[in-house]
């Protein structure tokens, strides 16, 4: 009989069970999917809803493996993974989506880059340091970012010279160093791409960021730039992920130059920060997306049902301990509020919380509610400052 | 310091591990809840997701004190369970909400109706009949419809007499006799109350049921009906819940007869069939509403974006065994689909295996396309017929 299935269909393992695995969880199990997380931290955010998971580090070998052996599918949640052991897992026949080739080289962020440069994808002008140092940065001129090429996150691994390079500053690791971009906005595009190579993009946000803690902090849905610029942003969006011959969602960061110019600032193999306003305002979230993508599911409708904008809920620059909610009541009570809490058991300054998603008719009155939730939720710690 | 909580808020004990505990558990989490199921089959559709399942009977006295008592909060998602017991539990300070003295007068439809009677909330004219027989109810005069006054459950409990009253179709079951109402269409309304008495309600639906199982088949929402109808139907449907002074979301099953007249059929004191569609389409899910309600949160608006369909996925007439779902490509490639399978190990004829929401631009497109969901769609099972 065709297209049919033995339920549950399978079990999709997660690498990682963060906030992203804790949202992917219950799209996996309305689709049919069990699921199994692997993480260090026991009763991690994905795994309290995950049917099992297993406890261990990501780049414990032989943790992977189990994970992997255990799953009919394999995919990932966080892009800092040993992609070796995986390379090695796949070539035995376990389906690991996106594949661990791709990830090697887009967790390697001067891969990344020269293979959007093959592809013709624009990017910021760049070139590879591999022993850094001020002369060698000054070489490459001014204003400049630096970026190590592996494990930067949420602004680590990042180090911005704009007027000077200051030697104590330098990052002392194998780098690129990059064209700083002055930017008019930064903008971001989910794309999702499946088995057979068919696409879908969700519209274009604008992010706004925390200049202290170099993480989102208000993400608009749909950004507010030309229709003609839209456009070319999600096609420059869909050729940096078919550079890649991606399987799954992709969080394309983009940069809006003062000339109207798109550039590449970086890829995300995985549901990403800036797709969280998709589970409230769209046909189908970028959870939801991912589960289809992966498991060789048609992909579903990206269509926008309002404007939407989303509010990271980061803990504050004192918080340690047990983590607690400020304002809750008060933000719950605001219209379309949607508060999203990771279930993350300590607290740290500008850890990443929870989020907010403010649905309404019109973006200007989620962007007012959006100001409101901000100025009353707050997450603390339960440790003296 | 005012409205300051500390993470995670606590566990919500939820009476049942459905498909409806499958469905709240997520939103629970995300509000900050841990959970914990109480269901007797091992791995239920909401003990998957849950931190925890307790297997054993909802009658059985000690499993169920054991659930409370591991709580901070108890609800349930079926309401067939053993009052008494709970109502100790109450007594000695645990929180159980809606209260287990509701529960106790609506799983008895004798004592619901005639609190909705006490109260003014219209309904079908009806008798009790303590000890049914065919003379007793052709007393009461046809048409009629007899109801077990408990454990009736998707038709079962029911028996329609028209024409005559067939003694071998008379229920021996303490029953009350209600007069057959001859509707234009069965409509619905979730009503979402809060601890402080504060109301809202979702946009009136319009069922349409499945005369072979008497379960329902289609859901549209909003319903095809005047809006000075199915403002009428909201004010009777909160006049229902008021009554019971409830608290959470209560699904109120409305009939709406051939002279425009609202009456009550029933009511389901937790989140219901009639209202999965709010997930997708309304700014906050009947799930998440009561999650927020029964946990003393302010409620969310029940604001829908776009109009929804809602089929049920159930079992074939013939299917036994474990589910397989047929179809189910060609559903997700249709426009604006959500399927949502809850997770149950084994299927029978007609039994509730998932639900399909559909969302579009248009009534007659939602429509249009939930019907060819249902036409590729089944869910069979994989012992032969």
Redesign the interface.
Same mark, same amino acid.
Request: glycine letters at 10%.
């Given at each position: 009989?065709a297209?049919? !299935?033995?339920?549950?269909l399978g079990r999709l393992g997660i690498i990682g069970g963060g906030q992203l695995a !804790?949202m992917m969880?219950?799209e996996a199990?309305?689709?049919?999917l069990?699921t199994v997380v692997l993480d260090p931290t026991p009763n991690s955010p994905g795994g309290?809803?995950a049917?099992e998971q297993i406890v261990g580090a990501l780049d414990d070998a032989s943790r992977l493996a189990e994970l992997v052996r255990a799953s009919t599918l394999t995919t990932f949640e966080i892009e800092t993974v040993d992609t070796g052991g995986l390379e090695a897992l796949a070539r035995e026949g376990h389906v690991i989506r996106p594949a661990p080739s791709l990830l090697a080289r887009i967790q390697d962020k001067l891969a990344q880059k020269e293979q959007l440069a093959r592809a013709g994808v624009p990017t910021a002008e760049f070139v590879a340091i591999d022993t850094p140092d001020a002369r060698a940065l000054a070489d490459f001129g001014l204003p400049l970012v630096q970026k190590a090429r592996r494990g930067g996150y949420d602004g680590r691994g990042v180090a911005v010279f704009k007027a000077a390079v200051i030697e104590e500053e330098v990052l002392a690791v194998p780098s690129l160093a990059e064209r700083f971009v002055d930017f008019r906005c930064e903008l971001a595009v989910l794309v999702a791409r499946g088995l057979g190579g068919e696409v879908e993009t969700y519209p274009v946000v604008e992010m706004v960021f925390d200049d202290r803690a170099n993480v989102l902090d208000l993400l608009l849905a749909p950004a507010r730039i030309d229709a003609a610029v839209a456009e070319r942003a999600r096609a420059v969006a869909i050729a940096a992920v078919e550079a890649f011959d991606g399987v799954g969602v992709f969080g394309v960061e983009l940069f809006l130059t003062r000339d109207d110019e798109i550039l590449v600032n970086e890829i995300a193999p995985r549901p990403h920060n800036s797709g969280h306003w998709t589970i409230?305002a769209c046909?189908?979230s970028q959870f939801?997306q991912h589960v !289809?993508a992966v498991a060789g599911?048609?992909l579903? @409708?990206t !269509?926008q049902?309002?404007p939407a904008v989303m509010v990271n809920l980061l803990g504050t620059a004192t918080a340690r301990g047990?983590?607690?909610?400020?304002?809750?009541?008060?933000a719950?009570?605001l219209?379309?509020?949607?508060?999203?809490?990771y279930?993350k058991a300590t607290v740290s300054p500008f850890r990443k919380m929870?989020h907010v998603t403010v649905?309404a008719e019109t973006m200007d009155a989620a962007l007012q509610t959006a100001a409101e939730a901000r100025d009353v939720l707050r997450i603390?710690g @339960?440790d003296p400052a």
């Amino acid at each position: 009989m065709a297209d049919a !299935r033995t339920l549950p269909l399978g079990r999709l393992g997660i690498i990682g069970g963060g906030q992203l695995a !804790r949202m992917m969880i219950p799209e996996a199990a309305r689709l049919g999917l069990d699921t199994v997380v692997l993480d260090p931290t026991p009763n991690s955010p994905g795994g309290q809803l995950a049917g099992e998971q297993i406890v261990g580090a990501l780049d414990d070998a032989s943790r992977l493996a189990e994970l992997v052996r255990a799953s009919t599918l394999t995919t990932f949640e966080i892009e800092t993974v040993d992609t070796g052991g995986l390379e090695a897992l796949a070539r035995e026949g376990h389906v690991i989506r996106p594949a661990p080739s791709l990830l090697a080289r887009i967790q390697d962020k001067l891969a990344q880059k020269e293979q959007l440069a093959r592809a013709g994808v624009p990017t910021a002008e760049f070139v590879a340091i591999d022993t850094p140092d001020a002369r060698a940065l000054a070489d490459f001129g001014l204003p400049l970012v630096q970026k190590a090429r592996r494990g930067g996150y949420d602004g680590r691994g990042v180090a911005v010279f704009k007027a000077a390079v200051i030697e104590e500053e330098v990052l002392a690791v194998p780098s690129l160093a990059e064209r700083f971009v002055d930017f008019r906005c930064e903008l971001a595009v989910l794309v999702a791409r499946g088995l057979g190579g068919e696409v879908e993009t969700y519209p274009v946000v604008e992010m706004v960021f925390d200049d202290r803690a170099n993480v989102l902090d208000l993400l608009l849905a749909p950004a507010r730039i030309d229709a003609a610029v839209a456009e070319r942003a999600r096609a420059v969006a869909i050729a940096a992920v078919e550079a890649f011959d991606g399987v799954g969602v992709f969080g394309v960061e983009l940069f809006l130059t003062r000339d109207d110019e798109i550039l590449v600032n970086e890829i995300a193999p995985r549901p990403h920060n800036s797709g969280h306003w998709t589970i409230e305002a769209c046909a189908t979230s970028q959870f939801e997306q991912h589960v !289809r993508a992966v498991a060789g599911l048609p992909l579903g @409708s990206t !269509r926008q049902y309002c404007p939407a904008v989303m509010v990271n809920l980061l803990g504050t620059a004192t918080a340690r301990g047990t983590p607690v909610i400020v304002g809750m009541e008060a933000a719950l009570a605001l219209p379309g509020v949607a508060v999203h809490l990771y279930g993350k058991a300590t607290v740290s300054p500008f850890r990443k919380m929870g989020h907010v998603t403010v649905t309404a008719e019109t973006m200007d009155a989620a962007l007012q509610t959006a100001a409101e939730a901000r100025d009353v939720l707050r997450i603390e710690g @339960s440790d003296p400052a």
